[in-house]
């Protein structure tokens, strides 16, 4: 199924490619803090259709995975960088148009914070 998404401020749009079966919630340091429901899938799923000057890259530790934010409202609507099997999005589940985050309620933890 293919998602429309945003930020708050609509700054930046995107649309993404899945069926939502790999939902979870990031243990990291930043993502445990927003409390973030993200959705794992390959780079190519992911297509940002405007805002690219209104994303800012923002990363720590590693420094392998790039948390973005709109740099007008402050929303992290996706990530990126390297996964097991190649480059992929990490997509904010909030953001998505249509989508009731309270359906994935019980996501795993996916655990960043040992990464």
């Not at 429901?37 to 190519?44: D, Y």
């Not at 590693?62 to 007008?72: R, V």
């Not at 099997?85 to 009731?100: F, S, T």
């Amino acid at each position: 199924m293919t998602y429309e998404g945003s930020c708050h401020c609509g700054a930046i749009t995107f649309t993404v490619q899945t069926a939502l079966d790999q939902v979870a919630r990031c243990n990291c340091s930043l993502c445990g803090r927003a409390g973030t429901l993200m959705a794992f899938v390959p780079a190519s799923a992911h297509t940002v259709l405007s805002g690219k000057d209104h994303y800012v890259d923002y990363q720590f530790g590693s420094k392998t995975i790039h948390h973005g934010f709109c740099k007008t409202c402050g929303i992290r609507p996706y990530g990126s960088g390297n996964g097991e099997h190649g480059p992929m999005a990490m997509i904010n589940v909030g953001c998505l148009k249509g989508v009731d985050v309270r359906d994935h309620a019980n996501a795993p933890i996916y655990d960043g914070a040992s990464r």
